[in-house]
Structure formats: C-alpha cells, structure tokens
C-alpha cells in the first residue's frame, strides 16, 4: 500500500530564507507525486507534480521540488520565503497504474509560518 | 465561476440527524472525488466517480455514508445517522481525466460538518 509520510507538522523561518518541506513516500511501483497548498478557508491548490518526466519539477510561485528514487523523496523547496507562502503544504502520491481512477494519499501536512 | 464548488460551506446538526453534502465539479470534469480531513490531518480518500459511475468507494468508513453523482455532474455525499466522529472537513475535488494519466485533481473550498 502506498504512504506519505511528511517530516515535520510545522516549520518556521524568516523572510527571504530556504523553505525545505520533506516528503518521503512508500510505493511499490514509481507514483506520481505532487504537492498541494491550502490558504485558510480556501480549497488545495496544485503547486507541482512529478509525473516520471525530469526529476526537478518547477511549480508555481517559485517552489521547486527534485524526485530522488533511491531516497524515495520528493522534498519541496523554495530559495526565498516570502510572507505570502504561509500556508499548510500537502505532499500526495497516486499509483499510475491504478486502474480505480488514480485517488491521491496524502500526507499529515506540513503548516509553514514565515516571519517577518 | 470556474472553479469546484460546494454547499454548504458549514453545516452544524445534531447526532442522528441525516445530511446532504453538494459537489458542483468544474464543466466537463470526468472524475469527481471525495475526501474527509480530520483537523491537523491530511485529506482521506472516502469515494470517486467517473462520469456517473461509482467507480471506488473502498474508503467510505461505513454503511451510513452514501455518495451518488446521477447524471454525470453534481454529486452529492449522505451521510445518515449523523455520529460527533462524522465532524471533518469534507472535500470534493474534479478532474478531467481519471486513471492512467497525470490526474490533476482541481479541490473545493470544502464543507466543515460539525455534529453535536
């Protein structure tokens, strides 16, 4: 069965520093990975996907994130935090060959707070 | 507008009381998926649709909770009997494609239930 498991439920850092969210996942076969945003009272937002082209995905807003097989990871990344990134990040995987429609698991979340 | 949306946005009842949970997924969308979130939880699969087809309800927690999309459209999430641990977030989400390709699921702003 696949599993996200993401490695700590709250980070902080300043403005203009690295965000480094992890994500690590459990799958028998390569997924597809993706990462999500959710602002208050909003719906998830898609902010990137891994789909088995280039393992360096570029997404919206300045995120990156690199899919490294053999750590089985998919860690997000920003250069330089800004205020507006505050927000709870969801890592997801889906099974490509899952023939019931490629339901995503998510992680536990991750809240990102950004001081000024 | 353009988007997925969903009615209500907050629905308060009493235990054993029945309730209907409205997704208007984006034109055109094939697939529509439900999801519940515990606070401080990431979104749980419970149900997904192709079309009008319920295609997978491996994740809905019991007999109690009922899900149907007639014509292909708006679907609708029951859940009869209402129990306090029904309390979530409950999220809907559309794509337009569903198993074998890249599945970008597109979330509503979600529907907080509070039972009492």
């Known amino acids: 069965a696949q599993s996200v498991t993401q490695l700590g439920s709250h980070v902080s850092v300043s403005e203009g520093a690295l965000v480094l969210l992890r994500c690590n996942y459990s799958?028998?076969?390569?997924?597809?990975l993706f990462w999500y945003v959710q602002y208050p009272n909003q719906g998830l937002q898609l902010l990137l996907k891994?789909?088995?082209?280039?393992?360096l995905v570029k997404g919206i807003n300045g995120f990156e994130a690199e899919f490294k097989k053999s750590e089985t990871s998919f860690h997000l990344t920003k250069p330089s935090a800004h205020m507006s990134d505050a927000a709870e990040y969801f890592c997801a995987v889906s099974d490509p060959s899952d023939n019931q429609g490629g339901k995503l698991i998510f992680g536990q979340g991750t809240e990102l707070s950004v001081k000024p | 507008g353009a988007g997925v949306s969903q009615s209500p946005r907050y629905k308060v009842t009493k235990r054993g009381q029945d309730v209907a949970l409205r997704c208007d997924p984006i034109s055109g969308h094939v697939s529509l998926y439900w999801y519940r979130q515990a606070l401080g939880q990431g979104p749980e699969f419970l149900t997904y649709f192709n079309y009008e087809a319920q295609q997978d309800k491996s994740g809905l927690p019991n007999d109690r909770f009922s899900a149907e999309r007639p014509e292909g459209s708006i679907s609708t999430l029951t859940i009869q009997r209402t129990e306090q641990r029904d309390s979530a977030m409950y999220r809907c989400?559309?794509?337009?494609?569903?198993?074998?390709?890249?599945?970008?699921?597109?979330f509503g702003p979600g529907t907080r239930l509070t039972v009492l």
């Open positions: 989400a559309s794509s337009l494609y569903g198993a074998g390709l890249s599945n970008e699921q597109f």
């Open positions: 891994y789909t088995s082209a280039a393992t």
């Open positions: 799958s028998s076969v390569p997924p597809y």
